[in-house]
């Protein structure tokens, strides 16, 4: 049978070619023997799912394996967000969650996503252990039909949304946001976050309106459900047309999200991450450390000089942020694809969260989205950013990694270079104390190239000597 790799958050696969029901009980019955292993197989689990093809059967089937392996399941009853089930582990205080999601990947794809006993990313050595226990057959796999289980009360269907609006609203006041009178354009990109934010700002004068909120697997629109151009191209002429005061942008599973400002136009998944920095700094009067990913913007690296905290980086996943913002309790933590998490919450992202602190930073400065990236700008400079993402032969990895690994260019994009970073993939720091970055994807078989800096008409030479170390053109 198939050998199943974990990479950032567990499993993913293509549908019917990979990820199969058997390879999906493997890897459930590979997860409740980590449990048993770990003493905590008592504490039951949490197993929730998006809107992809399939996704609430391969649910149920996840659950069939765990109940016959004596651990009490929390089903969640509909779709259901990523961040929604995670906190969901604190509420139940379970051993940990199972999302069927494939998060931001191509529509023909579906993800077994994994979490631990904190609702948190499962750190590297975790992953490790739970895909060396993943039978090699199904004869290594335990079942019970799933109304079985359910008579026998090992399977439970629950509702994940009150507890988690209820850790909301101690998180946040959502009242002014309520009346602050906003027309608030929300794309959920065929996903998860559907009717949330509508609850949530409910009874008030903002008004909401949303774009891709139906169940629709082969996501229309967009190559992916992912918050980032093209993919939000759509959305934000739907915000444009409706002269939406914001847009909200979240992925399939709602961890991540993108944000449009007031004229439709994207904000960058970096700049956003400068702006929550700000708002918890300045705004807020907040102060704890910052985790991010070296893949992430420089301007947190300046706030915390400017506020007087200290900064931590890692590589790139949350399996490597949440644990470090449990050990230093940090005050935000984020990486460039969109996801943020928060003190006080689930060390883990949380697409709804961060649009709720985008809205409340909106309404305590009276700035719209363009000024508050002019305010954050005048405190740290203007910074810019891309990134290329490209296939490549898997055959070639070695030799990519062994390239990339051997070069020190003295300039990228005309830029000199001053220093070599290979915390996660390898990242050249050039003299504006912007950035390069080749790495590999962990949850994609794609390599890709990104960077920062200051000067913005540079940006497209250093991606191009990017592509050039990378020998990808």
Known sequence: MHTIKFGTDGWRGRIAEDYTFDNVRRCAQ????????QGLADKGMIVGYDQRFHANNFAAATAEVLAANGIHVWLTEANTPTPTISYAVVDKQAAGAINITASHNPPEDCGFKVRDPQGGAIPPAGLQQIESLIPADMNGVKRMKLDDARTDGKVTLFNARPAYIAQLKRLIDVEPIKQAGFKLAVDCMWGNNSGWFPELLADGKTKVYEVHNERN?????????????????????FARNIGADVSIINDGDGDRVGFGDEHGRFIDQLRVYGLLGYYFLSVRGERGPIVKTISTTKMLNKLAVHYGVPVHETGVGFKYI??????????IGGEESGGYAFRGHVPERDGILAGLYLLDMMVQTGQKPSQLLETLFELVGEHFYDRIDSTFDPAQRTEIEARVGRAMPETIGGLKVIDKITIDGNQFIMEDGGWLLVRFSGTEP??????????????????????KIAGLK
């Open 30 to 37: 590979g997860f409740a023997n980590y449990l048993h292993q």
């Open 217 to 237: 697997p082969i996501f229309p629109h967009m190559s992916r459900p992912e918050p980032i151009i093209p993919n939000v191209d759509h959305g934000l002429a």
């Open 322 to 331: 949440a644990p470090k913002m449990v050990e230093v309790d940090a005050l």
């Open 446 to 467: 794609i390599i890709r190239v990104y960077c920062e800096t200051t000067h913005g008409q540079r940006v497209a030479d250093i991606l191009a000597d990017g592509m």
